[in-house]
């Protein structure tokens, strides 16, 4: 089955005099599969993910988007993504920011009117009156939800997508991944929620400081018996990149002090 | 060019609702209506043509300084909001290029001047007609149809009912 999207030995740093944000990542999507991009924070996975979405350039090495090149607006048209915080234009409301992206995506006047209603009703926003700018955050990440379907898109890529839904929203996301994966939609997730990952994701890889640290499909990572949350742990640690749990000064002096409790 | 002029529709409805720029357009509309209504009440205005020539004197001080300062406005909201906000990154990644971006962005400050342009223009336009003698210099009610159309095609532009 030819992969939606490839990505092959990517390094992109973002300054000459900076450490590399992601080196020699290599992976593959097929569609109907969901792939979730694992790793602490500044593991490089949205550099990865912006890399793939065609929003920088990669410093070497290839990212083949439906088997062209994230430039070619043909292939970005089937790509529905969700960023890490998304934010709107802020004086437009909710339905005024999905027709402008319903335009951007060269969507006909009819199709808009009945894509705009089914994604409003989807993320809870229909009805709703207020400008961007008055939205709480949950709100914008569905809103950020809803422009990421509005093209039908092949490949949705969602960017932490439930981190500021709340348990209903994030049972939502879930359902939609679901159903985009048995309509045949690639799906790239890349979230600090294990469980949600280990609830979605067939393939998962876990990145630490810009490289692939292991991938696989999602049993051969998790041994039987264990989670996702334990394993990635696990890895981590054995990579000596993490430090040692621990407490603020403040408090760790507190316990150790004569007169602390 | 459709991506263009979606950019350019949505920034322009956008900027409507900027309150400082609101703010700025009524405080010059307000200074212009004083302009008219000044020389017919203050003292020492003896003739029309001292009438006329207060009139012109004081709106050449006040409409070049509003509508510079709704181009300040215009020009450091028109990209700047988006990159501020993040917005731009939700745009950029559907298939938009980035010179359709631009156009449409230019088109939306280079038609809200021009009405902004044109609301100060019929500002001065109308006290002028109440002067005895100016309607022979300039054909002030072409003038003012002309600048209401304008107005009026933006302004339907913007808001055209959603689909």
Known sequence: ?261 | MTQALAVARYTMLELTRRRLLVMILAFGVLLMGGIAIAPHVLPGMKSDQDRVIAMLTALAGVVPNAVTLCAFAVGMTVINHDLDSGAVISIFSKPVNRASYTAGKLLAAISLLLMIAAIFAVGSLLPMDRVPGASEVVDIWFWFAYVVAICAVLFWTVRRKQV
């Open chain 1, 1 to 261: 089955m030819a992969a939606v999207v490839e990505v092959r030995d990517l390094h992109k740093r973002y300054r000459a005099r900076d450490p590399w944000a992601v080196q020699g990542v290599t992976f593959s999507l097929e569609p109907g599969r969901a792939f979730g991009l694992l790793g602490p924070n500044g593991a490089g996975k949205s550099t990865v993910v912006k890399a793939i979405v065609g929003l920088t350039r990669p410093d070497s090495g290839t990212v083949r988007l439906f088997g062209s090149t994230p430039d070619d607006q043909a292939a970005r048209s089937q790509v529905g993504f969700a960023p890490e915080e998304p934010d709107f234009p802020k004086y437009l409301r909710a339905d005024e920011v999905l027709d402008y992206f319903g335009q951007l995506l060269g969507l006909s006047a009819t199709e808009r009117r009945r894509r705009i209603s089914e994604a409003l009703d989807w993320s809870t926003l229909a009805g709703e009156r207020r400008e961007v700018r008055h939205f709480s955050k949950g709100m914008k990440q569905r809103l950020g939800l809803a422009q990421a379907i509005l093209g039908r898109p092949k490949l949705l890529i969602l960017d932490e997508p439930t981190s500021d839904l709340d348990p209903i929203g994030r049972r939502d996301v879930r359902e939609l991944i679901n159903g985009l994966k048995a309509q045949g939609t690639a799906v790239l997730l890349n979230s600090h929620l294990l469980s949600e990952v280990e609830r979605v994701c067939d393939r998962v890889a876990i990145m630490i400081r810009g490289r692939i640290l292991k991938e696989g499909p999602m049993e051969e990572l998790v041994p039987e018996g264990r989670t996702l949350e334990e394993a990635f742990m696990a890895l981590v640690e054995a990579s000596a990149q993490m430090r040692e749990p621990g407490l603020p000064a403040f408090i760790a002096e507190s316990r150790t002090s004569p007169g602390g409790s």
